[in-house]
């Protein structure tokens, strides 16, 4: 039989003042950034999670149980592509490709973009811009999950361009995507290593880095069983 988890007064004061204490500091963070408050969405819906976690874990006479959900972090699709192409511009020779998977994806054909990307790369098989495209479409197309063929692509745009920041930070997105938010870090983390300061996109790395860090944080917080 299951056994309560009992709280002193004491414990849920504490628990409710670092909860605040985070919530605080993440959206100080957000606003001394100038985020897009688009994305001010992703700290909030951690931190409401949290929150009903810990309310939940915080009443003595129910049985203690590991909180899991199935929060999906979606970041606007919008802000997305234009990072994107951000951090793709010096490879246009695949540009025509991409406006047609971006095309398709937006009246949800997703298969249709994936086929787009697979007839580029079978023009362009070494294009690091095909191969991201069409991990990232493989992996919407895959119910935003990192699925084998995802990963494949994703892996294969690597190992085409090592050096370049694009595949771990869409393949590190794509983990976010799905909820998975510890094994995308080490990916984002990875493309803000690789990215230098005076790149124009570097800030907007860091601060999704901040931004996910501040998430585990809150998710880190709710009292475990």
Known sequence: MDRAVEFSPEDALMGWLWLGIIAVGAFALLAVLRVDRLLWSMVA??????????????EPERAGHPVVTGTTITPDDGSMIELRDKMLERYTGAAAYLVAADAMTRIGERRAAV???LGGIRVAPKSLVLWTGLANALAAHDGDQVSPPALFAFQ?????????????FFLGLAYVRSGNFAAGRPYWARALALTPKSVSYHDEIAVRLALLDQVMAAQDAAPAS
């Open 115 to 117: 086929k787009v990307l």
């Open 45 to 58: 819906a951690a931190l409401m999670l949290g929150a009903a976690g810990y309310a939940l874990q915080g």
């Open 156 to 168: 294969q745009a690597m190992r085409i361009a090592p050096r370049h920041p694009a595949p771990p």
